[in-house]
């Protein structure tokens, strides 16, 4: 048996899957005009700096955090393990492979116990919690739902310079477990992307070779297509149009049938239904190759080239400065910048 030291982070510690995203925002009124009143997510809590929200079937405190920031960006992305004994755990594992770390106090945010942050080897401000705070359940208040009825958070999107190690990363020392990728024909052989997953869907994260460190969406599950359709409505008829960036269209990799939206600040969000279970014990990463477009889109309009080309900053794990983004070296082809 190895010894303590030497043992890996998923060899010791359990983690549930994605908790919670915090996005950047330079206003708050707007930020709550259009993601309460138009999305459809429930305001959990308002303070003076930020505001936090939950979907319908959430039961903890809040899934998304949208704080006031001079502008748009990733704060941190959130999962949650079993028990705080796994963040004791994660901080000793973290400070013997030399990653930056710190403490957050409970109710430093507000409604959840205390986490840990870490810049992980990607360069990501990745923040690992154990308890949070339980609110009222809200899927069967019908009469209040709105928008496109978020159910739950689903994923987040990375972008990293190198995704073939950045997804060796997640598996090998986290035990994420892969259910569909990308990769390049003979000779190269080079995994381009990689959807990973904890809890037993297509994905908690995506990593992708692109600009980076970076975030290219948090994704939301909503209940069917038609709710898709009905933020689009919602948003046209607000005169926010021009807020939906890409779809109504299906993705070959996950069967996710979506639709992708900026905010006043330039962030992005996916909503996002008819994805799959991976529970299978027998379910074997399904490999997309490069070059078959139809891995980004099954049936669609072609992405805009914002979409190949425009990301999310992420901060440092303390708040102070925007993490610089590096370029992959890859082929000059907006194709493969993601999928």
Same mark, same amino acid.
């Given at each position: 048996?190895?010894? =303590?030291?030497?043992?890996?982070?998923?060899?010791?510690?359990? &983690?549930?899957?994605?908790?919670?995203?915090?996005?950047?925002?330079?206003?708050?009124? +707007?930020?709550?005009?259009?993601?309460? @009143?138009?999305?459809?997510?429930?305001?959990?809590? %308002?303070?003076?700096?930020?505001?936090?929200?939950?979907?319908?079937?959430?039961?903890?405190?809040?899934?998304?955090?949208?704080?006031?920031?001079?502008?748009?960006?990733?704060?941190?992305?959130?999962? +949650?393990?079993?028990?705080?004994?796994?963040?004791?755990?994660?901080?000793?594992?973290?400070?013997?492979?030399?990653? /930056?770390?710190?403490?957050?106090?409970?109710?430093?945010?507000?409604?959840?116990?205390?986490?840990?942050?870490?810049?992980?080897?990607?360069?990501?401000?990745?923040?690992?919690?154990?308890?949070?705070?339980?609110?009222?359940?809200?899927?069967?208040?019908?009469?209040?739902?709105?928008?496109?009825?978020? =159910?739950?958070?689903?994923?987040?999107?990375?972008?990293?310079?190198?995704?073939?190690?950045?997804?060796?990363?997640?598996?090998?020392?986290?035990? #994420?477990?892969?259910?569909?990728?990308?990769?390049?024909? /003979?000779?190269?052989?080079?995994?381009?992307?990689?959807?990973?997953?904890?809890?037993?869907?297509?994905?908690? &994260?995506?990593?992708?070779?692109?600009?980076?460190?970076?975030?290219?969406?948090?994704?939301?599950?909503?209940?069917?297509?038609?709710?898709?359709?009905?933020?689009?409505?919602?948003?046209?008829?607000?005169?926010?149009? *021009?807020?939906?960036?890409?779809? /109504?269209? %299906?993705?070959?990799?996950?069967?996710?049938?979506?639709?992708?939206?900026?905010?006043?600040?330039?962030? +992005?969000?996916? #909503?996002?239904?008819?994805?799959?279970?991976?529970?299978?014990? @027998?379910?074997?990463? &399904?490999?997309?190759?490069? *070059?078959?477009?139809?891995?980004?889109?099954?049936?669609?309009?072609? /992405?805009? +080239? %914002?979409?190949?080309?425009?990301?999310?900053?992420?901060?440092? &794990?303390?708040?102070?400065? =925007?993490?610089?983004?590096?370029?992959?070296?890859?082929?000059?082809?907006?194709?493969?910048?993601?999928?």
């Amino acid at each position: 048996m190895l010894a =303590m030291a030497d043992r890996r982070v998923k060899d010791e510690v359990n &983690i549930i899957g994605i908790g919670h995203v915090e996005l950047l925002v330079s206003d708050l009124d +707007r930020a709550q005009e259009l993601y309460v @009143d138009l999305f459809g997510f429930i305001l959990t809590e %308002r303070t003076d700096q930020a505001l936090y929200l939950r979907n319908v079937e959430d039961r903890c405190h809040h899934t998304l955090k949208l704080r006031q920031a001079g502008k748009g960006g990733v704060g941190s992305i959130a999962f +949650r393990v079993s028990c705080d004994q796994d963040l004791e755990r994660l901080q000793r594992r973290f400070t013997e492979l030399g990653l /930056p770390t710190r403490w957050v106090a409970a109710g430093e945010e507000a409604g959840q116990g205390r986490a840990l942050k870490v810049q992980d080897p990607l360069g990501l401000p990745v923040q690992y919690f154990a308890s949070m705070d339980s609110v009222e359940w809200a899927l069967q208040k019908y009469h209040t739902h709105r928008g496109a009825v978020p =159910m739950r958070l689903d994923h987040v999107n990375a972008l990293v310079p190198d995704a073939d190690a950045g997804a060796r990363w997640w598996m090998d020392e986290l035990g #994420f477990r892969c259910s569909e990728y990308t990769e390049s024909d /003979p000779p190269e052989s080079r995994r381009w992307a990689s959807w990973l997953y904890r809890k037993p869907t297509v994905h908690d &994260i995506a990593i992708m070779t692109g600009n980076g460190p970076s975030l290219h969406h948090a994704g939301f599950t909503v209940k069917d297509e038609m709710a898709v359709i009905r933020l689009c409505d919602n948003l046209a008829s607000a005169g926010y149009a *021009d807020a939906i960036e890409r779809g /109504p269209a %299906r993705h070959g990799i996950s069967n996710a049938f979506f639709v992708y939206v900026r905010d006043f600040d330039g962030n +992005r969000v996916e #909503f996002y239904t008819s994805d799959y279970l991976t529970i299978d014990p @027998d379910f074997k990463p &399904i490999r997309w190759a490069l *070059d078959n477009p139809r891995r980004q889109t099954l049936w669609g309009p072609p /992405p805009p +080239r %914002r979409w190949y080309e425009e990301s999310m900053a992420v901060e440092s &794990i303390n708040g102070d400065a =925007m993490i610089e983004m590096h370029q992959p070296v890859m082929r000059a082809t907006p194709n493969y910048l993601l999928d």
